[in-house]
């Protein structure tokens, strides 16, 4: 018997203690849309229930390269919760993710609602009140990363952990398209990219998010932090390493991947 979305919700959600699990084929097909958001949607309302709070949304497959890769032609999303924030310099501890990749990314703080599906790029950018460099760690419920676009979307958009820089700056006057990102890992550069690989500009990501989220009766609120995508290729990390990106304008943010004891 084919596996019903709830049953899919829980496969996921004992991954997060018992590691991952296969590919999500035998209920999802790989370019099902519905059913992979209905499938985080579950498990969403789940975490809220078990008391986690929602601070915001990640967007995903900004990348040209990557849509293709997946057979898909838009981005994805994810929903961000308090708990998954770590503070500028902080530590991850090993213990809470199973084979997790860094990226860096421009985040953006917002001040006012965004609830219009035919929200301009204008109005977003209006609503920005602070921007900063962010890494977003993600990490995938499904084994070996082999992931369809369901398989991502379903498991809340590959997301784990974000860290968000320390010196916010407002969006006037900053740019975001031509911006340059290098990711160091151990004092070592292993990640370079600009602004513009973010579906053009983290503007765009962020006003791709907005539209979706009023579509679905989901809003972006004042105070949410939309975390845009990845300005360059993502990295492995393991046990021990020092993670920093640098985006230019943005000044840098860090953490620590720590060992479990």
Known sequence: MKPTHSDIAARLRAAYDTGAVPPLRDGLDPTDVAGAYAVQALNTAHWVGQGRRIVGRKVGLTAKAVQAQLGVGQPDFGVLFEDMCIKDGGILQASKVIQPKAEAEVAFILSADLPSADVSREEVAAAV????????????????????????????????????????????????????????????????GAGVACLGHPLNAATWLARTLAERGEPLRAGDVVLTGALGPMVIIKPGDVVKASIGGLGSVSFTYEDAR
């Open 129 to 192: 009140a602070e921007v900063v460099a962010a890494i977003e760690i993600v990490d995938s419920r499904i084994a070996d990363w082999k992931i369809t676009f369901a398989d991502t979307v379903a498991d809340n958009g590959s997301s784990a952990f974000y860290v968000l820089g320390s010196t916010p700056k407002p969006l006037s006057g900053l740019d975001l398209w031509t911006c340059g990102m290098a990711l160091e890992v151990n004092g070592e550069v292993t990640s370079l």
